[in-house]
């Protein structure tokens, strides 16, 4: 089996590292990955410039490749004949934060697993749930180990089309992880508030900021699995419609006149 090893933090990331190292023991592996932070970047197709791909060295001497495109491109280039053979499945991660709720919307990691479910791939991507005030080196190996072993399951496994899979690993030594729960998004907190400030040529300039994103940690949900120490697996459909508002939306009567 081939695999495509991606991510949005960037190519040096140690989360890349962890899960490139033990997904080299179920498969042949590819790691392309963008060569900066994409971070909430959503999902990106690079149409109006050339994008370079050139190798790199993981901090273990292994060799990658590094592109200045997005995780989705990454995906887009190995896909599109760049990487031969063409992989079987495409893993992003490891992230260093949990990617729950809406905010598979934003993530880089979550839209690198979309690219390949638009081309027919079994995508997975893999996000530790790392405290917020965590100090010091981020722990990435039971969530690498985890990831290996359920890797090698799916692919085994008949995913349905346009499916691809958000996993997310509690913060916590492998032998107190209680196990895996297949979810539903939950509800995501966002606490974003607008700081102003001024340049030094006293032009004003806006930033994002405020504090990390809560949840709403429902028995069910992604939110509500790391909360209860397993393991969650939410499978995500590219097919974004809301099916059920179908018939309230017919039942409007919009029309052109
Ligand atoms: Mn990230």
């Given at each position: 089996?081939?695999?495509?090893?991606?991510?949005?933090?960037?190519?040096?990331?140690?989360?890349?590292?962890?899960?490139?190292?033990?997904?080299?023991?179920?498969?042949?592996?590819?790691?392309?990955?963008?060569?900066?932070?994409?971070?909430?970047?959503?999902?990106?197709?690079?149409?109006?410039?050339?994008?370079?791909?050139?190798?790199?060295?993981?901090?273990d001497?292994?060799?990658?490749?590094?592109?200045?495109?997005?995780?989705?491109?990454?995906?887009?280039?190995?896909?599109?004949?760049?990487?031969?053979?063409?992989?079987?499945?495409?893993?992003?991660?490891?992230?260093?934060?949990?990617?729950?709720?809406?905010?598979?919307?934003?993530?880089?990691?979550?839209?690198?697993?979309?690219?390949?479910?638009?081309?027919?791939?079994?995508?997975?991507?893999?996000?530790?749930?790392?405290?917020?005030?965590?100090?010091?080196?981020?722990?990435?190996?039971?969530?690498?180990?985890?990831?290996?072993?359920l890797?090698?399951?799916?692919?085994?496994?008949?995913?349905?089309?346009?499916?691809?899979?958000?996993?997310n690993?509690?913060?916590?030594?492998?032998?107190?992880?209680?196990?895996?729960?297949?979810?539903?998004?939950?509800?995501?907190?966002?606490?974003?508030?607008?700081?102003?400030?001024?340049?030094?040529?006293?032009?004003?300039?806006?930033?994002?900021?405020?504090?990390?994103?809560?949840?709403?940690?429902?028995?069910?949900?992604?939110?509500?699995?790391?909360?209860?120490?397993?393991?969650?697996?939410?499978?995500?459909?590219?097919?974004?419609?809301?099916?059920?508002?179908?018939?309230?939306?017919?039942?409007?009567?919009?029309?052109?006149?």
């Open positions: 089996m081939h695999i495509l090893l991606t991510n949005d933090d960037g190519v040096y990331h140690p989360g890349l590292s962890a899960l490139a190292y033990q997904l080299r023991s179920i498969g042949e592996l590819t790691v392309l990955a963008p060569d900066h932070n994409w971070s909430a970047s959503g999902h990106v197709k690079t149409l109006h410039r050339p994008l370079r791909v050139w190798e790199a060295d993981l901090a001497g292994t060799k990658a490749l590094t592109t200045d495109g997005a995780p989705s491109d990454c995906v887009a280039l190995a896909l599109l004949g760049l990487v031969q053979p063409s992989p079987e499945l495409v893993v992003s991660g490891i992230n260093p934060h949990a990617n729950l709720g809406h905010d598979v919307t934003y993530s880089g990691t979550v839209t690198a697993a979309m690219e390949a479910a638009i081309a027919g791939v079994t995508g997975i991507a893999i996000s530790l749930d790392t405290p917020e005030h965590h100090e010091g080196p981020v722990d990435y190996a039971p969530a690498a180990v985890i990831a290996c072993r890797a090698r399951q799916i692919t085994q496994l008949p995913l349905p089309e346009g499916v691809l899979l958000n996993i690993v509690p913060y916590l030594p492998l032998n107190s992880i209680r196990g895996v729960a297949i979810t539903r998004q939950g509800l995501r907190v966002y606490r974003d508030a607008l700081v102003r400030r001024e340049d030094p040529r006293g032009r004003p300039y806006y930033w994002i900021g405020g504090e990390a994103p809560s949840g709403v940690a429902d028995h069910g949900t992604d939110i509500g699995a790391l909360a209860e120490g397993f393991v969650s697996i939410t499978p995500l459909q590219l097919d974004l419609t809301a099916l059920p508002e179908i018939p309230l939306l017919e039942g409007w009567g919009l029309g052109l006149d």
